[in-house]
């Protein structure tokens, strides 16, 4: 069951108290996910001189899209009136008009029995994460607003119109005018081989993770990437943020099944197995191949697990879910490794992480989708998925390049070399994450570490003019 099934207005619908206190619970422990856990878990793994900027470039972009989802993204995104299959009309319910209670008209209930404003509040917090989980990708060297501006384009011009594909009617989703139903057929109106996307898989997670690797290539690497480490400078942190990720999460696929219901029991099942199988499977990766299991190794194999069961949390069996989290810890312990091969600066492992897991969950509904899957004999469903996820990369590809390009030529996107040798947090933001003062002024800390800086920035001029 997909979230726009869900939601299509019952003929007499009445408000189902359970159903809407779950909602509110789900989109709270969403929000949650993004502020304080994402924004943990990426300054944990950045440097010290960027762990604000990493943390203000989540903060920022969720205060700018719960803005712009109330102005006109629910519209574009669940509206009735679709333009093209690519997105509906973000006049419908601008501002949210015929959803507020009291108003002439308006239809406040859903068919799952729980306010419409509450499905827009979950729906938002989707939004709103899927921009944050981007910044990973081009962490410590973006002018802060030139990052706002993007936020406000991408999820106008790629977030919004994905959502409406496969969740709201669209060319992604299993309607009669979609790209399944052209594939396979109808069958009473529907594609008899709808595509699979229970929670987030291709609207979130792959569609953040190529907008990542779009904006890692067009933006460049930092200063220094490949000739010192880059090390995350706080573990615990990054430890504490993948936790808060894996609580959050519940809210992000059991609430998908939109009541308190057997399909979000089996979505919290599936979540927390796969979960533990893909750290399991990251841990085993890294053994083998560097001789020793390490924290961010564990805090990775988590979201890698949370983001691959994202779109079969609702389809598989706990069995399936524990292959597909396995898989997802071990493609995605060897993906990080790309960006060292092919000579790009996906600075926190978008990349690795949430593309390559998230396309890797889509396409496993090919295989371990109860009654569908290769496992059960058929193979109709692996093709429907495949097709899906391609068309959602080429989509997202195309729209990150054109917003990008666009926004170097007029804003520029990197911050000068000498802030970004510096710290981007001073340059940006004019703070600091651990400026330590002592008797007397700066504290030894502070003093070795401007001396470093001054030492390194000498050390990269010196390079450049031998070069």
Known sequence: MSIHTAFVQAEVPTLDTGNTAW??????LVLFMTIPGLALFYGGLGRAKGVLNMMMMSFGSF??????YVLYGYSMSFGTKDIGGLFAGPFEFFGLKGLIPGEPGAETITSAGIPALVFVGFQFTFAAITVALISGAIADRVK????????????????FPLAHMVWGGGLLSGSESGIAAKLFGTTDGVATVAPIDFAGGTVVHINAGMAGLVLALLVGKRIGFGRQPMRP????????????LWFGWFGFNAGSALGANESAALAWVNTTVATCAAMIGWLVVEKLREGRMTSVGAASGVVAGLVAITPACGNVTPLGAIGVGVIAGGLAALAVGLKYKFGFDDSLDVVGVHLVAGFWGTLSL????????????????LIVQLVIAVVALVYTAIITAIIGFALAKTMGWRISEDDEISGIDTAEHAESAYDLVGFGGASRLGQSRSEHDARHHQEVKTEGANA
Do not use: C, D
């Open 63 to 68: 205060g700018l899209i719960g803005i712009l």
């Open 144 to 159: 802060f607003s030139t990052w706002m501006v993007f936020s406000a384009l991408w999820v106008t011009l790629a977030y």
């Open 366 to 381: 090919g295989i371990f989708a109860r009654g569908t899957g290769l496992a059960y004999g058929e193979w109709k469903q």
């Open 23 to 28: 909602m509110l619970v789900s989109a709270s």
């Open 233 to 244: 400078h706080n573990v615990p942190l990054v430890m504490l943020g993948a936790g808060i």
